[in-house]
């Protein structure tokens, strides 16, 4: 064969062609330059040389002909389908790694390149995956007469001639390999897989699309933004107490910006203006120590959408954010700002945000925290592109109480992992700051948190005292629970009050009691129908009508609503702190001299079983032995105290198991560890409801009409998550017992008008209220 061809492409009637070699030393060129980042650029450019060597096989060259009708006579010698080109070079790497033992880690990311990272043993088989490549009749995979077919080519002479790797892991040849630097060989070979699978996926893309290819970049650089923010803040400034105190915090988070990356806690009181405060360090930061970009996680989607509109336009109010953009006047604009979760509308997603959302390479994203740590822990090659971009990189995570205690461990050693060996800063944020230092949990169950954490706030017990708007009234009595009728009843005095409950139960059982006109909140509730209720509560309040609130906690982490009395369930005391962060936020009593009025009370029945009960139990223990005036740092510390030992277990997905009871012997279990790490339970079912926006006309009838007729795409999913409320498995099952949901292409679809009740949310019929609790 004269020539040997990567791919194919029909541009205007005429055939354009990539040649393998030109593929291969461009994905090396780029792979070697993402992996320079972290001191492993011949590791980088090895994997780019390697992992298409299977493409020169006459097989693959024969399926590429006739599969782009390039050459309508070519033959597929395997009839089965598309030849495998993928595990040539984890070959290859096999075979050379008595030269190297860490070619192995090479044998992973090469066959994994399509497939996903693979685990060392396939349970189903029981012995090695990798092992296997030379010999098993049971995996597509070249043999070993295909492989020396390969290797009397002369053109691949060049390629696998290649000098083997000389570079050792991040901190690991420093160090040796008897100590912790072991626990993160397997985020050293996530890393290079991602420089490969993104190279490959950009050096593809350049030849088959270059238009879409070029529509990447052009993002300005972080100073540059960082003197828009400056201009943004000096327009903010203004002589109220309460934003002189933000003014405060953010001189503070400017200050301590130039101290050495690392690990910081930035503990604010709710309403202190941590999000923009958070950015002034990270920019500040990043300029400093030049950093490529800056990572803000958050735990809801309820409350991204917010956080990604404040650092696009400089304001959270649709009006505002509408005459800012008729003036130019926004904060870092549409375009410079990623965001990265399932809620977000395709109507209104920038064709940048669509590209950079795959590999993060834009200055500022903002994302989920399930989309942050599922990404680090994945197996699959979309979701790991985007890894090598956090190299180098400040991570923000917002609430950070929020992490599932449960998968604690894996969280905090990936932490760890990035900010010893691969450049990054990670600021812990929140206005209940847990105890993630030294030792956590208690008994069989206790492991060593993050070593050294640096609180920007030099005195944070003070500037929770200067930052004190609220009263909070605890229960005389905490064996003494309250009827919902008596709770509705102490609601009923206030005209602007918000109620936040447990579960979503309570919430129906206590709205059921209150007058017409009462909201209700839930995540019974699509996104759509949600926002819309959370910006009329806002004009309410704007305006000073009558607004009563009764709620999940979904309104506690980070939604800004400032309600003068606020009455909170009796939950762990962060959740209290939360609820007490949505009264008086704005300080706005004070020109009356009066606080905002935080009511605890004790609901008719305990929080369900786990960790609600758990957090119940911990903020007993701590207000039966302290007398409570103010919530404060000090009193969190011995909250986390409590709760942490009464976690069952902070490993449920197995980390120290699968990767790294054997790293050592670079033995690891991707693929199923991706799968055992779910932060949220993957026992919810996703139902698509109908609703109508009554502001922007946005109807979820006419998008499933478009699915019916047409079939899925990936904008049309995009616009129907808007619409889509989650539901346990039991409840699921019932409602497709009684044909109350339809399944339409694999999408299970509201079938019934009963089911769904604008401003209720999902019910079963109009009388029998849903059984089970559920949280939020």
């Known amino acids: 064969m004269s020539e040997f061809l990567a791919h194919i492409k029909n541009s205007n009637g005429m055939w354009e062609k990539q040649l393998l070699s030109d593929h291969l030393n461009g994905v090396a060129k780029l792979s070697g330059e993402f992996a320079y980042e972290f001191g492993n650029k011949d590791w980088g450019e090895l994997l780019g040389y390697w992992h298409d060597l299977g493409k020169y096989l006459p097989s693959w060259q024969s399926y590429l002909f006739r599969n782009s009708s390039y050459d309508t006579e070519a033959h597929i010698e395997d009839s089965g389908g598309r030849p495998n080109h993928s595990s040539a070079g984890a070959v290859l790497a096999y075979q050379n790694k008595k030269l190297n033992p860490l070619l192995?880690?090479?044998?992973?990311?090469?066959?994994?390149?399509?497939?996903?990272?693979?685990?060392?043993?396939?349970?189903?088989?029981?012995?090695?995956?990798?092992?296997?490549?030379?010999?098993?009749?049971?995996?597509?995979?070249?043999?070993?007469?295909?492989?020396?077919?390969?290797?009397?080519?002369?053109?691949?002479?060049?390629?696998?001639?290649?000098?083997?790797?000389?570079?050792?892991?991040?901190?690991?040849?420093?160090?040796?390999e008897g100590n912790k630097q072991v626990e993160f060989i397997h985020l050293w070979i996530r890393m290079l897989y991602s420089c490969l699978v993104d190279a490959d996926f950009l050096d593809t893309e350049k030849f088959m699309d270059s238009e879409r290819f070029d529509e990447r970049g052009g993002y300005h650089s972080l100073n540059t933004l960082k003197e828009r923010f400056n201009i943004y803040i000096s327009s903010k400034k203004s002589d109220l107490p309460i934003n002189k105190l933000r003014n405060k915090i953010l001189d503070c988070c400017r200050e301590k910006a130039k101290l050495l990356p690392g690990f910081f806690s930035l503990t604010v009181p709710t309403g202190g203006g941590k999000t923009l405060s958070s950015m002034a360090f990270a920019l500040e930061h990043?300029?400093?120590?030049?950093?490529?970009?800056?990572?803000?996680?958050?735990?809801?989607?309820?409350?991204?959408?917010?956080?990604?509109?404040?650092?696009?336009?400089?304001?959270?109010?649709?009006?505002?954010?509408?005459?800012?953009?008729?003036?130019?006047?926004?904060?870092?604009?549409?375009?410079?700002?990623?965001?990265?979760?399932?809620?977000?509308?395709?109507?209104?997603?920038?064709?940048?945000?669509?590209?950079?959302?795959?590999?993060?390479?834009?200055?500022?994203?903002?994302?989920?925290?399930?989309?942050?740590?599922?990404?680090?822990?994945?197996?699959?090659?979309?979701?790991?592109?985007?890894?090598?971009?956090?190299?180098?990189?400040?991570?923000?995570?917002?609430?950070?109480?929020?992490?599932?205690?449960?998968?604690?461990?894996?969280?905090?050693?990936?932490?760890?992992?990035?900010?010893?060996?691969?450049?990054?800063?990670?600021?812990?944020?929140?206005?209940?700051?847990?105890?993630?230092?030294?030792?956590?949990?208690?008994?069989?169950?206790?492991?060593?948190?993050?070593?050294?954490?640096?609180?920007?706030?030099?005195?944070?017990?003070?500037?929770?005292?200067?930052?004190?708007?609220?009263?909070?009234?605890?229960?005389?009595?905490?064996?003494?629970?309250?009827?919902?009728?008596?709770?509705?009843?102490?609601?009923?005095?206030?005209?602007?009050?918000?109620?936040?409950?447990n579960t979503r139960n309570d919430c129906r059982r206590l709205h059921a009691l209150m007058p017409e006109g009462t909201i209700h909140l839930s995540a019974f509730m699509c996104g759509e129908e949600r926002s819309y209720v959370i910006s009329g509560i806002k004009e309410k309040l704007k305006k000073g009508e009558p607004v009563r609130v009764i709620s999940t906690q979904l309104v506690e982490a980070g939604v800004d609503i400032d309600f003068p009395v606020v009455f909170r369930a009796l939950a762990g005391l962060d959740s209290i702190a939360q609820a007490a962060g949505r009264c008086n936020r704005e300080n706005k009593l004070a020109a009356q001299g009066k606080q905002g009025q935080v009511f605890v009370f004790i609901p008719p029945k305990?929080?369900?079983?786990?960790?609600?009960?758990?957090?119940?139990?911990?903020?007993?223990?701590?207000?039966?032995?302290?007398?409570?005036?103010?919530?404060?740092?000090?009193?969190?510390?011995?909250?986390?105290?409590f709760f942490y030992p009464n976690i069952n277990g902070f490993d449920k997905p197995g980390f120290s198991?699968?990767?790294?009871?054997?790293?050592?012997?670079?033995?690891?279990?991707?693929?199923?560890?991706?799968?055992?790490?779910?932060?949220?339970?993957?026992?919810?079912?996703?139902?698509?409801?109908?609703?109508?926006?009554?502001?922007?006309?946005?109807?979820?009838?006419?998008?499933?009409?478009?699915?019916?007729?047409?079939?899925?795409?990936?904008?049309?999913?995009?616009?129907?998550?808007?619409?889509?409320?989650?539901?346990?498995?039991?409840?699921?099952?019932?409602?497709?017992?009684?044909?109350?949901?339809?399944?339409?292409?694999?999408?299970?679809?509201?079938?019934?008008?009963?089911?769904?009740?604008?401003?209720?949310?999902?019910?079963?019929?109009?009388?029998?209220?849903?059984?089970?609790?559920?949280?939020i």
């Open 104 to 176: 192995m880690i090479a044998a992973y990311g090469i066959a994994g390149h399509h497939a996903g990272l693979p685990d060392v043993v396939e349970p189903s088989k029981g012995d090695s995956l990798l092992a296997r490549i030379l010999t098993s009749p049971f995996i597509p995979i070249p043999d070993l007469t295909e492989f020396n077919i390969i290797q009397a080519i002369e053109e691949t002479q060049k390629f696998i001639g290649k000098p083997l790797p000389v570079s050792w892991p991040p901190g690991v040849e420093k160090s040796g």
């Open 286 to 501: 990043a300029v400093f120590h030049n950093k490529k970009r800056i990572i803000t996680a958050i735990p809801y989607t309820s409350i991204i959408e917010q956080t990604a509109k404040v650092f696009k336009y400089g304001s959270d109010l649709d009006d505002e954010i509408e005459l800012r953009k008729l003036k130019g006047d926004v904060l870092f604009g549409e375009d410079q700002v990623i965001e990265h979760h399932s809620n977000i509308d395709p109507e209104n997603e920038t064709s940048a945000n669509r590209l950079a959302s795959e590999n993060w390479d834009a200055p500022i994203i903002v994302t989920t925290n399930v989309q942050l740590f599922e990404s680090l822990y994945a197996a699959r090659s979309s979701s790991c592109r985007k890894l090598h971009n956090i190299v180098n990189s400040i991570i923000i995570l917002d609430e950070v109480q929020m992490l599932p205690p449960e998968f604690l461990k894996p969280v905090l050693s990936i932490l760890e992992g990035l900010v010893e060996n691969y450049g990054v800063t990670v600021v812990l944020m929140t206005a209940t700051q847990p105890s993630l230092t030294g030792k956590i949990g208690a008994g069989l169950q206790e492991f060593s948190g993050i070593k050294n954490v640096t609180e920007i706030i030099e005195d944070t017990e003070t500037l929770s005292t200067e930052f004190k708007r609220v009263e909070i009234n605890l229960p005389q009595d905490f064996s003494l629970r309250s009827e919902w009728s008596d709770v509705a009843e102490k609601i009923l005095k206030y005209e602007q009050v918000l109620c936040i409950v």
């Open 606 to 641: 305990s929080a369900p079983p786990g960790l609600l009960l758990k957090g119940e139990n911990a903020c007993k223990e701590v207000l039966r032995n302290n007398t409570i005036t103010q919530l404060t740092p000090a009193i969190f510390k011995e909250y986390f105290r």
């Open 657 to 775: 198991k699968q990767m790294v009871k054997e790293a050592h012997d670079l033995k690891f279990w991707f693929r199923t560890f991706a799968n055992d790490f779910k932060l949220i339970d993957d026992n919810q079912r996703s139902i698509i409801i109908f609703y109508k926006n009554p502001i922007t006309g946005k109807d979820s009838r006419k998008i499933i009409n478009e699915l019916k007729f047409k079939g899925p795409s990936r904008q049309l999913i995009r616009k129907l998550q808007r619409f889509v409320v989650n539901v346990p498995e039991y409840l699921f099952r019932q409602l497709e017992k009684n044909n109350y949901i339809e399944e339409v292409h694999g999408y299970y679809i509201q079938n019934d008008e009963v089911i769904y009740k604008e401003g209720l949310g999902l019910i079963c019929n109009e009388t029998d209220w849903i059984s089970g609790d559920s949280v």
